[in-house]
């Protein structure tokens, strides 16, 4: 079992940058995939990022490739997601959610958090 909890959202003007916190508890394991998703009002949830527990791969979505960076800490058992020239098309829910096994942008992880909400203004 593995529990996980996001913190770092809030309300930014376009153009700023905030990091995303997810802590993790319970077993990890360095093959686990942990990873970032959002969901906007009234759209899918979608992929932002995903790093390996071992700190071996990254990837993210095209949208975010130069303003975001995910990293990890396996001494703290934390992973976060730094955003820079945050945009209004960021606005979102952020999700962390984790899963054994290689990076996956479906979606299909084991273990998710509540979220935490990024408001972007124009």
């Known amino acids: 079992q593995v529990q996980l909890v996001e913190s770092g959202g809030g309300l930014v003007q376009a153009g700023g940058s905030l990091r995303l916190s997810c802590a993790v508890s319970?077993?990890?394991?360095?093959?686990?995939?942990m990873g970032w998703f959002r969901q906007a009002p009234g759209k899918e949830r979608e992929f932002v990022s995903a790093?390996?527990?071992?700190?071996?791969?990254?990837d993210y979505t095209d949208s975010v490739k130069g303003r975001f960076t995910i990293s990890r800490d396996s001494a703290k058992n934390m992973v976060y997601l730094q955003m820079n020239s945050l945009k209004p098309e960021d606005t979102a829910v952020y999700y962390c959610?984790?899963?054994?096994?290689?990076?996956?942008?479906?979606?299909?992880?084991?273990?998710w958090g509540q979220g935490t909400q990024v408001t972007v203004s124009s």
């Open positions: 790093i390996r527990w071992s700190g071996s791969n990254t």
């Open positions: 319970g077993r990890t394991f360095s093959w686990y995939t």
């Open positions: 959610a984790v899963k054994p096994g290689i990076i996956d942008s479906s979606g299909r992880y084991d273990y």
